[in-house]
């Protein structure tokens, strides 16, 4: 059974900094990308940023370039996502996915969903 499990989510200040995890299990995700994902209150989910596991090519949505930053851990089969001058407009659910095969930035196209773990930035 594939698993991904979220973690690190919290209360910070605006101009902070938050690390969130996903341990990954059940399955081989070396062919897959990983992405990150956020659904903010009566908004739809959205793209924040992916990861090709194999290679850890990432590329991310315009409003978090330069502030945010996935990793992948081969070892650990954990993705990261740092992310550091954190704003108010970053407050959010955040999801880890994983999907076969090459990278999207439309949620419907991932296979697997973590159960999300909240980030509020106060301002």
């Known amino acids: 059974q594939v698993q991904l499990v979220e973690s690190g989510g919290g209360l910070v200040q605006a101009g902070g900094s938050l690390r969130l995890s996903c341990v990954l299990s059940?399955?081989?995700?070396?062919?897959?990308?990983m992405a990150w994902f956020r659904q903010a209150p009566g908004k739809e989910r959205e793209f924040v940023g992916h990861?090709?596991?194999?290679?850890?090519?990432?590329y991310y949505t315009d409003s978090v370039k330069g502030r945010f930053t996935i990793s992948r851990d081969n070892a650990k089969n954990t993705v990261a996502l740092q992310m550091n001058r954190l704003k108010s407009e970053d407050t959010a659910v955040y999801y880890c996915?994983?999907?076969?095969?090459?990278?999207?930035?439309?949620?419907?196209?991932?296979?697997?969903w973590g159960q999300g773990t909240q980030v509020t930035v106060s301002s």
């Open positions: 996915a994983a999907k076969q095969g090459p990278p999207a930035t439309s949620w419907n196209e991932y296979d697997y």
């Open positions: 059940g399955r081989t995700f070396t062919r897959d990308a």
């Open positions: 990861i090709i596991w194999s290679s850890s090519r990432t």
